[in-house]
């Protein structure tokens, strides 16, 4: 008689405890299946050990719940047995199994838990001497059910970001994942699993930090700089041998592990502690104040914890990104170009903590030059009428035309036509353009990749933003720094474009250049990367992201 338990709903089982709860039905599901009697049998019928492939299937996907943004277990796994006509997978493929749990048991590499992979329960199956059908078969289907759920996670992410993270809509996820089950043998899908990760060198960078940090934590090597006065170069005592110490832990200083004078602040340590800084976000001088001396004594499972939950972030974008493309790194206030086998840099204003700047990807596909700027509702109702009810001047001396309505065929109102001290922003319909002038909000250069948020990239007169560390300033799109540079180095390669660019910075009417392939370009929120040393870079989460991500995913401590 088949035993049966009701499939969990997510509504039953929270997220953070899914994982735990599979494992716990799975051990009560086989304690209330020992009545059953099938004997040992070390070669069982194929006929028979195919209906106990079938019965376990069935019983397996109506007990372990899906765990977070997973789309397992579901019908492809039964499909993939149906098709093989319930024939096993891993019962003549003993080395690949035994392959698909090493790295399972690795998960911890790429900051997933090896838990949520069923690895002690398929371990416990391996470790029986005569297993009967009954345990064949389960544990058959439950190494295929584990292995798609880790190429799952690999590929795509163990989570769903639109859970998580509303900010976040990169709706990108890589179904590579999706194909494992159509290779022609258990080993080929075992080897294909690694390729399924990100293979950008930034995450295999971070897995290898992630991998030193937990090595760090499990040995107990947490050197702490106690609290005093400022060090600074020429500083001596004890509190300067930990902070040399703790620079080597950590990577900044390189060179002998016991120099002529440890208590002595030398030159080399300055400039540890200098690139200690940088790669923190801090204020590089080369001192450690209260600032600096907080962010050396963070602990090493801390940073091990922001590493797992940026790894993850990288498993919500592609496997693999394109060879051009623009790359705006939020947290770094930095636009990245890779364009034309070149690679270029330029420093940018994004959105401000309560006007966060979205991620997404989207397809660059032309520029306005001399544009307009049509107000977004949003900014009219919230800063551009209060400007309006301050200064009744304020739209003629800014250039501003105003329409009764955002229709194309809206008629243009008189502003000094409208009570604009009785207007309530709820109650606030009109369209506002900006003209093209010097103090146009997107200056000469608008970049555009139409999206549902209505960001793009643009120029602007104010400048002053440019020179200071915090340039989070904006109402949600993107300034750059030298829009002139980004316009010349898109159309360098189309003749006909580049013409149309130099001819439109001749004039003063708003002018479209079209791209002729578009450019993809992501804009991205990671609150660790890593600096051209290799080095992680640790950065200020400055739209408070990284909370939401660890209440969601409830990372527990464990090696890898």
């Known amino acids: 008689m088949l035993c049966r338990t009701a499939r969990p709903s997510g509504s039953q089982i929270p997220a953070r405890f899914a994982g735990y709860a599979a494992l716990i039905l799975w051990t009560l599901l086989l304690a209330s299946c020992a009545g ?4 040992p049998d070390d070669s069982p019928e194929q006929s028979r050990i195919q209906d106990t492939v079938e019965r376990q299937l069935d019983l397996l996907l109506d007990s372990v719940a899906p765990v977070g943004g997973q789309a397992l277990p579901d019908d492809s796994l039964l499909a993939f047995y149906e098709q093989r006509n319930y024939r096993p997978l891993w019962l003549d493929n003993h080395d690949a199994l035994d392959d698909l749990l090493n790295q399972l048991q690795r998960a911890g590499e790429h900051g997933l838990n090896p838990v949520d992979y069923h690895i002690d329960a398929l371990r416990g199956y391996r470790r029986l001497a005569r297993p009967d059908r009954r345990q064949q078969a389960e544990m058959d289907v439950l190494a295929t059910m584990a292995m798609q759920a880790y190429a799952h996670d690999l590929s795509s992410g163990r989570f769903d970001p639109s859970l998580i993270d509303t900010n976040w809509q990169m709706d990108l996820p890589n179904g590579d994942w999706k194909t494992l089950l159509d290779l022609e043998s258990a080993q080929q899908m075992v080897d294909t699993l690694p390729s399924l990760a990100p293979q950008h060198p930034h995450y295999q960078a971070l897995q290898r930090w992630l991998a030193y940090y937990l090595e760090l934590d499990r040995r107990g090597i947490e050197i702490r700089v106690p609290q005093g006065e400022l ?21 900044d200083l390189r060179g002998p592990e016991r120099p002529q004078n440890p208590n002595q602040f030398d030159a080399a340590l300055e400039e540890a502690v200098r690139n200690f800084q940088s790669r923190h976000g801090l204020d590089a001088d080369g001192r450690v104040g209260s600032q600096t001396l907080a962010a050396i004594n963070v602990p090493i499972a801390e940073r091990a914890e922001q590493i797992r939950l940026n790894l993850e972030r990288w498993r919500w974008l592609p496997a693999e990104l394109e060879e051009d493309r623009i790359w ?14 070149e690679h270029h840099s330029m ?10 700047t979205r991620v997404f990807r989207g397809e660059m596909t032309y520029m306005e030059i001399n544009p307009t700027w049509r107000v977004p509702q949003r900014i009219a109702r919230e800063m551009l009428l209060p400007q309006v009810q301050q200064d009744a001047n304020y739209l003629q001396r800014n250039n501003y035309r105003v329409f009764e309505g955002w229709h194309s065929g809206a008629a243009e109102v008189d502003p000094d036509s ?3 001290l009785a207007m309530r922003p709820e109650d606030l319909g009109y369209r506002f353009e900006q003209m093209p002038d010097p103090g146009n909000a997107m200056g000469q250069y608008k970049f ?10 643009h120029d602007t007169p104010s400048q002053a933003y440019f020179n200071q560390a915090d340039r989070a300033r904006s109402a949600g799109c993107v300034r750059l720094h030298d829009p002139s540079f980004f316009a010349d180095l898109l159309v360098r390669e189309d003749i006909g474009a580049r013409d149309r660019l130099n001819m439109a910075r001749r004039v ?38 990284d909370p939401l991500m660890r209440e969601a995913m409830q990372y527990r401590a464990f090696g890898g």
């Open 508 to 545: 003063d009417d708003p002018t479209v250049v079209s791209l002729n392939e578009p450019v993809p370009i992501y804009l991205v929120y990671f609150t660790v990367m890593v600096d051209s040393r290799g080095l992680p870079e640790f950065r200020e989460d400055i739209y408070d992201r």
């Open 36 to 39: 059953r009697s099938d004997p």
């Open 347 to 356: 420093r940018a204003v994004i959105g401000k903590p309560d006007r966060m």
């Open 328 to 341: 705006v790194d939020l947290t770094a206030y930095e636009v990245h170009m890779h364009l034309h086998g």
């Open 418 to 420: 409208v009570d604009w």
């Open 231 to 251: 060090l600074l170069r020429g500083s001596n005592g004890a509190r300067v041998s930990l902070l040399r110490q703790r620079m080597q832990q950590l990577g």
């Open 448 to 457: 555009m990749f139409p999206n549902r948020n209505a960001i793009y990239l």
